[in-house]
């Protein structure tokens, strides 16, 4: 385990969900059951992204429990909070604004236009890409709710009838036929694969929509 381990995340035996919820409880209840011996492969996931999440199991329930008070972690980020990468870099009298210095490759053409922005390059940037965020936000979460299925749907039920069909509905949008597919499933596989694919077939947001007509 490592710090991007989410602080919430659902279990599975096979296709039965046996725990959800707060990271260390999840981990203590899996252990648990391991230990009683278990028939099925046990995985567990990131409750939002469905990345996998590794456990170190070793030792008692307590032992378990203990590691994982000792290690802090973040809901699904790659990264450290930002203030605290941005610690050492900062000048004299520079206000604590949470910024990182990262490399960014453009064209000479680029830097140019961005060196004749009010505010330099820095500035331009960050209001290119607020801007890109905002116009953007229907689609990416729309993105990010199909690759969290995906994810948890090729895990899981990769064996599942049906499987490549409901996929491919997944992506489309069309959410009648991926419910009618991902029925014939286990319930508890069914009901969390439909909970994360809920935002892939939400509507664009109003606004959205008639920012984009004009």
Not at 56 to 77: F, I, M, N, S, W
Not at 78 to 87: I, K, L, T, V
Not at 132 to 141: E, F, Q
Not at 156 to 165: R, T, V
């Amino acid at each position: 385990m490592d710090e991007s381990t989410p602080a919430h995340c659902i279990a599975f035996e096979g296709s039965r969900r046996i725990a959800s919820g707060e990271l260390k409880a999840v981990a203590v209840a899996v252990k648990k059951i391991i230990d009683q011996g278990v028939t099925e492969p046990v995985l567990v996931f990131d409750d939002k992204t469905s990345a996998i999440v590794e456990l170190d199991l070793r030792g008692t329930p307590a032992d378990v429990a203990q590691r994982l008070e000792q290690k802090p972690h973040h809901d699904g980020g790659q990264n450290p909070p930002c203030g605290a990468m941005a610690e050492g870099r900062r000048g004299p009298g520079r206000p604590r604004l949470g910024v990182v210095a990262r490399e960014v490759t453009l064209l000479p053409r680029h830097w140019d236009w961005l060196a004749g922005q009010p505010g330099g390059a820095s500035v331009a940037l960050r209001k290119l890409v607020e801007e890109a965020r905002r116009a953007n936000a229907g689609k990416d979460r729309v993105r990010q709710a199909q690759e969290a299925a995906y994810r948890f749907m090729s895990a899981i039920a990769g064996h599942q009838s049906g499987f490549e069909e409901a996929t491919r509905a997944l992506f489309a949008g069309n959410a009648a036929r991926f419910d009618e597919l991902v029925q014939a499933w286990p319930v508890d596989v069914c009901l969390h694969a439909t909970k994360l694919a809920t935002a892939a077939f939400e509507p664009q947001p109003q606004a959205h929509l008639e920012g984009s007509a004009e």
